[in-house]
């Protein structure tokens, strides 16, 4: 069975203040792991897929890391609109097509 | 690209009434439409897939009966809890797989039964 286990729960910072996200995975065959937004009452808002170890992808303030075990989501120089809960998701591939297994998200708070 | 329109955002009804959820995609043909569940502060568990033009996929442990599925157009999905309890009380989510990669959500849909 694919877990997801993302830390920490919750994640207060300063704006300007740079941290980063774990995602700590266990899959049969990755196929995709992805990392989403979501902000309160919204749905999730794609953010990064990547699929093998090694792979690194960027987005403004985002940066996501993929090792065989983890993943992590860098935030530099956030600013109080990166505030949401961020979602980490993986698809093994053991699993039907489009089986997501989600971790329980971290939320991030920045202050200005 | 690849938006997925959900309604209602939001709807309160009695226990024992019906109520329907509605994905459109408006940019993109979506063969398939997954719905999620998410209760307050706990993580996106995937109810069933729905495929255009035959019948839905549901997941261990939810009653197909009750959540009813329709794909009947590569544009329209929609979920119908039927006979809801206050138990049914959650946020329903709809996603289709994007064009490149990855899958992209609608807005969600938080019911509540009273």
């Known amino acids: 069975e694919d877990q997801v286990t993302q830390s920490p729960e919750a994640l207060r910072l300063q704006e300007g203040e740079s941290s980063s996200l774990n995602c700590s995975y266990t899959?049969?065959?990755?196929?995709?792991l992805f990392w989403y937004r979501q902000d309160p009452g919204k749905g999730p808002e794609f953010l990064f897929t990547l699929y093998s170890a090694g792979e690194e992808k960027e987005k403004e303030r985002l940066k996501a890391t993929l090792t065989k075990k983890e993943s992590f989501l860098h935030i530099t120089a956030p600013k109080p609109e990166d505030s949401a809960t961020y979602l980490c998701?993986?698809?093994?591939?053991?699993?039907?097509?489009?089986?997501?297994?989600f971790g329980q998200g971290t939320i991030l708070t920045v202050h200005p | 690209g690849a938006v997925v329109s959900q309604h209602p955002s939001w709807v309160i009804c009695k226990s024992g009434t019906s109520v329907k959820i509605e994905c459109r995609s408006l940019d993109f043909q979506a063969t398939t439409m997954f719905w999620y569940r998410q209760f307050p502060k706990q993580s996106l568990m995937l109810m069933a897939t729905?495929?255009?033009?035959?019948?839905?996929?549901?997941e261990q442990g939810v009653e197909k009966d009750k959540f009813l599925i329709n794909h009947a157009s590569l544009t329209l999905s929609t979920l119908t809890v039927t006979s809801a309890h206050p138990e049914d009380s959650s946020f329903y989510i709809c996603s289709a797989p994007r064009r490149l990669d990855g899958y992209t959500f609608g807005s969600g849909t938080r019911l509540t039964v009273v």
């Open positions: 998701a993986v698809q093994g591939g053991g699993t039907s097509y489009g089986k997501l297994t």
């Open positions: 899959v049969s065959g990755l196929r995709g």
């Open positions: 729905s495929n255009e033009g035959s019948k839905a996929t549901y």
